[in-house]
């Protein structure tokens, strides 16, 4: 006779931090793709930095062209990580701090609990 182990009794732990369930891992996904770029990187962490610059001043810190940075900027746009109104004829930008916030509490309480985990 096999004795069928018993998983339910082994597996009760509790987290600090809750896992992610599976919509919240593939709307994060998505967010991370989006920074999963060194440009995109770049310019969320300049837009982060001077608060609304416009697309103007964002486009010459680059040696690429106009519609490739416009490409950078819809992607990260796209993934609610920046949000964008126009000026005149400029179209300035800011980081959204909700989403921001978002990934660095995940962040933050993902890293506190691999610390206390033993390992």
Do not use: N
Request: glycine share 6%.
């Amino acid at each position: 006779m096999v004795l069928e182990p018993d998983v339910t009794a082994v597996c009760r732990i509790s987290a600090p931090v809750p896992p992610l369930t599976s919509r919240e891992a593939g709307s994060l996904a998505e967010v991370f793709k989006a920074l999963g770029d060194p440009v995109r990187l770049e310019l969320i962490s300049m837009i982060a930095a001077y608060g609304e610059p416009c697309v103007c001043d964002l486009t010459k810190a680059f040696d690429l062209a106009a519609p490739t940075i416009s490409h950078h900027l819809k992607v990260l746009r796209k993934a609610g990580l920046i949000e964008s109104r126009r000026q005149g004829t400029w179209i300035h930008y800011r980081a959204v701090p909700e989403k921001l916030a978002e990934l660095s509490i995940l962040l933050d309480g993902q890293a506190r609990t691999a610390v206390l985990l033993p390992g």
